[in-house]
């Protein structure tokens, strides 16, 4: 019973950061445009999330600034993709360097910072569960808001009026520009977006997962997060699967090395990507998924 | 007039760089050996200085060079490890760095060849490597004794008798440092049980984050982490009120009642030879060394170990000094039962660095 409950509790912690960016950049992917930026919008996020609750005390406040500066890093990947019509992939991979030489100088002063505060917040009653509630509602607001969000993204893609007008863009935006819309404002708000969502990924891992600041240190989530959206055959209501797969992989990469399970070391370390990759095989061959039409142009 | 000006400044460029090259030369022709007459050190880093390890306790050689040797020294941090270090450590030349420290293993290739193109400076390389010669210098602490004591300590100190390594990659130091923390341990309990696990990365702090809470679920009640970073660990400990080494430096500040201890890089025993260097005497060196030799040491003990185990604790450090206790004085067995060093035998610090099992008593692999 107690196994189960640090698996499940670590494969959660460690899945939902990268829900948060994998559900953003679906958003984007869905508008037509990659956001490879996420990785460095996850950076923004915990570095100045972690600086705000450290300062302030206030998880509320450290998310409402680490959207914003998640926000403009987003805003620049935008500007570049859209409007100046580069290279979305070059231009996301560049801001991710620029994302950690920013976070790097000014998180300096807060390395060696301790968060002095602590955002658990069990849900009463539940929280009671047997298994369940130690692990799925004994977390911390964002990780409640992280169970709702592929659910809520799927509402607004699918049955709100500005989702399908996103997703036309992402199709065929002459058809939108003909309907009256601006398609390049919907991609500016849909790359935002998925800017915002990642940094809120970011906050939760740093404040919450791993409390504390540290360079670079989302080491990678963010491309996972990204790669992983073909996973999910960019259908808001899958992001669960491909996240908390790779949240149990990595739990899984410690666990069976805890319990002296004779498997190489080095197996372990392979499973998060291992599980991903297999997921991804398994998913292309067995349907062919659904990529928005401005995204086969680059693929 | 613009001609004039455009040729005139052209003309102060070159007589400029015509002097510099004879005040390069002049100097280099005074130096006889490496790093005579030092003013500057360059110290390059893979990370940033701040990260409460590995990187942080150059900051401490840094502080005894300026203040002992009374050399500046110039830090350049999160220098990749590829061919832009060359360019790095160009530039510090250029500067007047005349001893470099580079402090990575993916350095080294690159450090030869900077040796080979600059006989005038000293290279002083922490990692072991071939390349030890002429102008290019090693220095390497020794890990098993500070590990050694620091698991005699974390024996004493556990009260569930489950203790937790947290692992970067399975490469010698690490091994060495896994398995002299169990004979320390041992040494006090002999059938205390050590929980290692290898997270693959020097700095991952969500796999720091997964592995230190699911260590401290299994019942390991003191951590010990071999990573760059520490601080991740030192907060997870902190929240769930177990206690944890740091590792490479000493970064007791950081919360004491929750740090124990950690194996620090200790800078005593170099800075004389930089001040032989300094004065024109360099020779090529290859230090490696442990407590008695000053390149490694105990960092400062935790607020909450009782007096009296701090007294042992240094006890136990003395006796590794006075020669009383081999960290891997045989009998040392693996986990499969072989031998490693039969009873008696007193290994080399190469043998120790050839060890590739982890010994009886850990809970874990490194295959």
């Known amino acids: ?65 680490a959207m914003i500066f998640g926000g403009l890093l987003a805003l620049c990947q935008a500007f570049l993709a859209i409007t100046r019509k580069r290279n979305m992939m ?28 602590d955002f658990t917040w069990d849900i009463p009653i539940l929280c009671e569960i047997p298994v369940l509630g130690p692990t799925v509602f004994s977390q911390d607001p964002l990780t409640y808001f992280s169970y709702l969000l592929p659910i809520l993204a799927w509402f607004f893609l699918t049955r709100t009026k500005s989702g399908l007008l996103l997703c036309s863009v992402g199709e065929a935006p002459e058809v939108t520009e003909a309907c009256g819309y601006h398609p390049k404002r919907i991609q500016y708000a849909a790359v935002i977006a998925a800017g915002v969502l990642a940094a809120i990924g970011g906050v939760q891992m740093s404040t919450v997962y791993t409390i504390s600041w540290a360079n670079d240190m989302v080491n990678g989530r963010g491309f996972i997060a990204s790669a992983v959206v073909v996973l999910c055959a960019w259908k808001a209501e899958r992001a669960y699967i491909p996240a908390y797969i790779f949240g149990l992989a990595q739990a899984l990469q410690v666990f069976l090395q805890v319990k002296g399970v004779p498997i190489s070391m080095y197996v372990t370390m392979m499973m998060p990507y291992l599980m991903t990759l297999a997921a991804l095989a398994i998913i292309s061959i067995s349907k062919k998924p659904a990529m928005p039409e401005k995204l086969k142009i680059i693929s | 007039m613009k001609k004039l000006f455009a040729c005139l400044l052209v003309l102060c460029l070159c007589l400029s760089l015509v002097a510099c090259d004879s005040a390069e ?17 360059g110290i390059i880093l893979g990370g940033s200085r701040d990260d409460y390890g590995f990187n942080y306790s150059f900051v401490s050689l840094a502080e005894q060079v300026e203040e002992e040797v009374g050399i500046e020294v110039v830090f350049k941090e999160n220098v990749p490890q590829n061919s832009d270090y060359e360019g790095v450590v160009e530039e510090l030349i ?36 071939d390349y030890n010669g002429g102008n ?40 060495v440092a896994v398995n002299a923390y169990t004979l320390g341990a041992q040494s006090v309990k002999p059938d205390i049980e050590v929980n290692a696990v290898f997270t693959g990365s020097w700095a991952d702090t969500g796999l720091q984050t997964t592995s230190c809470n699911q260590l401290i679920d299994a019942g390991c009640d003191v951590i010990a982490p071999f990573q760059d970073t520490i601080k991740t660990i030192v907060e997870i400990c902190d929240s769930r009120d177990v206690h944890c080494f740091g590792c490479n430096a000493d970064a007791y500040e950081l919360n004491p009642s929750t740090w124990l201890s950690a194996c620090e890089n200790a800078w005593g025993g170099f800075i004389p030879v930089l001040k032989e260097t300094v004065a024109g005497n360099y020779e090529c060196v290859d230090m490696r060394g442990g407590f008695e030799m000053g390149l490694s040491d105990i960092a400062t003990l935790g607020d909450d170990i009782p007096q009296e185990l701090k007294d042992k604790t240094m006890a136990l450090r003395q006796s590794i000094i006075d020669d009383e206790i081999h960290v891997f004085e045989g009998p040392v067995i693996a986990q499969d039962g072989s031998v490693v060093f039969e009873e008696g035998y007193k290994p080399t610090t190469e043998e120790i660095n050839l060890i590739n099992v982890l010994v009886k008593g850990i809970n874990g692999t490194l295959n």
């Open chain 2, 136 to 175: 290019f210098s090693t220095i390497h602490g020794e890990l098993q004794e500070p590990w050694y004591v620091m698991g005699a300590l974390a024996a004493e100190f556990s009260e569930t008798g489950k203790l937790g390594f947290i692992g970067s990659m399975p490469i010698p130091d690490v091994i």
């Open chain 2, 25 to 41: 030369q002049g100097e280099a022709a005074n130096s006889g050996k490496p790093g005579a007459g030092a003013t500057k050190m």
């Open chain 2, 94 to 129: 250029a500067q007047g760095c005349t001893i470099i420290f580079p402090t990575q293993f993916g350095y080294l290739e690159y450090t030869k060849a900077l040796a080979d193109r600059h006989p005038e400076v000293a290279f002083y390389s922490i990692p072991i490597t």
């Open chain 1, 1 to 65: 019973m107690n196994d189960l409950i640090t698996i499940l509790s670590s494969t959660i912690s460690a899945g939902t950061p990268i829900l948060f960016a994998l559900v953003g950049d679906l958003i984007g992917q869905r508008a037509g445009i990659i956001s490879l930026n996420v990785e460095g919008c996850m950076l923004v996020g915990a570095c100045a999330g972690f600086m705000t609750a450290a300062t302030t005390g206030s998880l509320l406040l450290a998310t409402l600034v």
């Open chain 1, 90 to 117: 070059a231009s996301g991979f560049i801001l991710n360097f620029f994302a950690v030489g920013l976070t790097t100088f000014f998180g300096r002063n807060f390395l060696g910072r301790s968060l002095g505060a």
